[in-house]
């Protein structure tokens, strides 16, 4: 299978959408595209991927990435040349792929490629704002200080997804625990007092008893079946998530879904800031500064308004009035951008954004593990008093009519 970077537009709407897909030629892309009821602009394969395990173990991590960038910065600073620089880099990785990646980039390079144009070849490792950092470098002769920068983007970029990943982390092992609880207690406890209560004379079972042990025993009989619509969620759940229609649900999901709603907005703030920083400070024009960061953002909303905004200024409008009318720009950015626009003074208005925001990032992380611990213990106690009750309730039924 090959991985497809494509443009299409919606036919219902007219928007722009950029996405990938999977398929085994350009003309299969074409045909699951038009499915979704888009109409292809530009197909691009991006990589062949197998989606086996073994290349999901293989893939280039961001630590990985960060070393490569900074240790390349530190050597061409050092005075030595490009592809010896390249060499002793990947001498120095312990990724096995980003290694085989280097010495492809070492023979393009030698065989007289700038080294923006080989890593575009490896799509799959270098993103879109590498290249154009990388390309501004060599443009102006400072690429070990452009390749600086994208270190220091990569490492504030994987800094707040670990903060919003840690967000989902306490939750998401709260509802392991509990569905285990539950799915305990309906194989192991409840059959056993049904036995129980069977065999005990006079025995009236309470509705939320009787609800339960139909549960108990229809789990127990028919537990393949939870097994087999979790692997196929799993699997299909997936695969339409990485489809046009699918990306759109869970990108506009994470804008409008109590309580992370404010997290990602925030998050993708100081990720359009932090990107929109170090192409200004590399001397990226504005327009491919919208365009790579609209990409880098990684949202299809954001990325639509950031294209609607770079359309505008292709118009002569201002970017900062450009982006003030867009929902999901949060006020703060256009008006900060203004005063960067005014003074002259834009890639510090932007990294005073990124800082900002990365802040919010850490602050709203911990403002909802607040709120989402309190839900889930009340949520958990809801669960144990409603099991509890149909263990009890039987007892006390029988205890009375005995004492009567």
């Keep these: 299978m090959l991985k497809f970077r494509y443009q299409a537009r919606d036919s219902a709407s007219g928007q722009m959408v950029k996405s990938t897909v999977e398929a085994e030629n350009e003309q299969e892309a074409a045909k699951i595209i038009r499915k979704e009821g888009l109409n292809p602009i530009s197909i691009t394969a991006e990589s062949a991927v197998s989606g086996g395990l073994r290349e999901r173990l293989n893939r280039v991590s961001t630590k ?25 880099v990947g001498d120095q990785t312990q990724s ?31 993103s879109r704002v590498f290249i154009s950092l990388v390309a501004a470098g060599e443009a102006s002769g400072t690429l070990d200080k452009a390749l600086e920068r994208i270190a220091d983007q990569q490492e504030k970029d994987a800094e707040i997804m670990s ?40 025995a009236d079972l309470p509705l939320v008893t009787k609800i339960l042990l139909g549960a108990s025993d229809f789990v127990i009989k028919f537990w393949w079946v939870f097994v087999i619509l979790l692997i196929l969620g799993v699997v299909f759940g997936s695969r339409y998530a990485r489809t046009a229609g699918g990306r759109q649900v869970v990108d506009k999901a ?28 590399s001397g990226v024009p504005l327009i491919q500064v919208l365009e790579i960061t609209g990409d880098a953002v990684n949202n299809l909303y954001i990325e639509q308004a950031i294209d609607r905004a770079a359309d505008k200024v292709k118009g002569g409008k201002a970017l900062s009035d450009s982006l003030e009318p867009e929902q999901y720009f949060l006020t703060l950015v256009p008006n900060m951008i203004r005063i960067g626009e005014q003074s002259g003074s834009m890639e510090d208005m932007l990294a005073k954004i990124a800082d ?11 403002a909802i593990q607040t709120i989402i611990e309190p839900v889930l213990m009340v949520i958990l106690g809801i669960v144990a008093l409603v099991i509890v009750a149909a263990v009890m309730l039987p007892m006390y039924s029988l205890a009375g009519k005995s004492f009567g």
């Design 96 to 126: 096995k792929k980003l290694k085989a990646v280097i010495d492809e980039v070492v023979t393009d390079v030698e065989g007289g490629m700038t080294l923006s144009a080989s890593c575009d070849r490896h799509p799959e490792v270098f």
């Design 356 to 366: 900002y925001y990365e802040k919010e990032v850490d602050t709203q992380v911990k």
């Design 254 to 281: 994470k804008l409008h879904m109590w309580p992370v709603k404010v997290l990602f907005q925030k998050m993708y703030m100081a990720r359009f800031a932090r990107t929109g920083t170090t192409l200004v400070a």
């Design 163 to 202: 903060k919003v990943r840690g967000a989902m982390v306490y939750p998401v092992i709260v509802i392991l625990v509990m569905l285990g609880v539950v799915g305990f207690m309906l194989v192991k406890v409840l059959p056993q007092v049904k036995v129980l209560y069977q065999g005990t004379p006079g």
């Design 64 to 88: 990985d990435r960060v070393l490569f960038s900074r240790q390349l910065s530190t050597l061409i600073n050092a005075g030595l040349p490009l592809v010896q620089s390249l060499r002793n």
